[in-house]
């Protein structure tokens, strides 16, 4: 076997490129419609008290919109941060992979796994985001949880692991 | 082989990230009440009476002052910046005792309006408690030590009141007869705080 690195499938390549413009795009809105999002998820947050037992005291209730908001916020801020670096790994582990997996399927399944697993976790900061004002933070996170990290996570996770494990094997065949 | 063992290995894995994953913390933040009640507490204990009496004047505390003189003892914003310009501390202190628990006992007896309103769902008054209890220690913390040095019994009364009320509160049914009871006795001992002050400036001026 050559020692060589190869090139992941363009596929990946493009995906993780996507992901970090995504995550550069996101902290530039971020700033630039600062005022904005928080306008939006305060009214969205003001048209269902009932989501956030909302009590209409003003000094009970800038208490809970002000936790709902930093969440909002830090959600937005953890997609930036998670999309950006997320990117940048599904373009080293995947590059790893396509390097040194050799069956054509395992080397399929695993980059797969790890372009799928990276590129779908920091949405659920976003999704948790978007989810807040509308169900609360701790079902917006619930949600989340299951549909987003959980899986796409845990996709990587397991991939990651694997590539650990043939890693080692290389190593140990030397 | 090793596609066999991925199923088995995700299903030991996967619920890692939902348990590891990190979503920030949040530090509650003064509001502007009680960033101002600081910033003259703090002007007052160095004895800049002249930016006490600025930051007063222009600040959330004599804004609101004025919005619930209503509920307050009489003359308790023009007293509190009649204390800031003579330079007199312990009157400026007491002055804002009187208005935090005003404002702690208004919040006690909302609450228990609330706890008891047919009209609001049950899930709306069990989260309702903890978080009115939330905003009156909010208010009540800052006063506690001017409490103590003046009154110990009834600091000692608001705590035990309190602590019964957080541990209903904490319980399967909050909204119960027994945080409604709590609410209704720390309401009690705030107006009493309140009165007795108030009596005590009046016979003192």
Known sequence: MSDAWRLPPLAAVLVAVVLIVCAEAGGASMVRFKVELTRWARGVMLAHPEVHGLVGVRDVDERILDEALVKFDAGLRLFHLHAEGMGLVILATTAVAATLARGRRVRGVMIALLTAGGAGYPLGYLLWSWLIPHHGIERGKSIAEWFVWMPFGGAMIVALWWLAGLVVLRLARR | ?205
């Open chain 2, 1 to 205: 082989m090793t596609l066999r063992v991925l199923p088995l290995l995700a299903f030991v894995v996967a619920p890692a990230p939902a348990l590891a994953h990190h979503v920030g913390t949040y530090t509650p933040q003064d509001n502007e009440l009680t960033t101002n009640f600081k910033q003259v507490k703090f002007s007052v204990q160095a004895g800049k009476f002249d930016v006490a009496r600025r930051l007063f004047e222009a600040g959330a505390l004599r804004a609101q002052m004025r919005a619930k003189a209503a509920t307050l003892p009489p003359g308790l914003e023009s007293g509190t910046r009649a204390a800031l310009q003579a330079g007199d501390a312990p009157e400026v202190e007491r002055r804002l005792m009187i208005f935090f628990a005003a404002l702690a006992r208004d919040l006690a007896l909302e609450a228990g309006r609330q706890l008891v309103d047919a009209r609001l769902a049950p899930e709306a008054r069990a989260t309702a408690g903890p978080r009115f209890l939330e905003a009156i220690w909010r208010y009540y913390n800052l006063i506690d030590f001017a409490v103590a040095m003046r009154d110990d019994k009834t600091s000692v009364a608001m705590r035990l009141a309190f602590d019964e009320a957080e541990g209903y509160a904490k319980a399967a049914a909050p909204a119960g007869a027994g945080l409604s009871d709590a609410l209704r006795r720390i309401a009690q001992i705030l107006t009493h705080l309140i009165d007795t002050s108030s009596t005590f400036a009046r016979r003192n001026p």
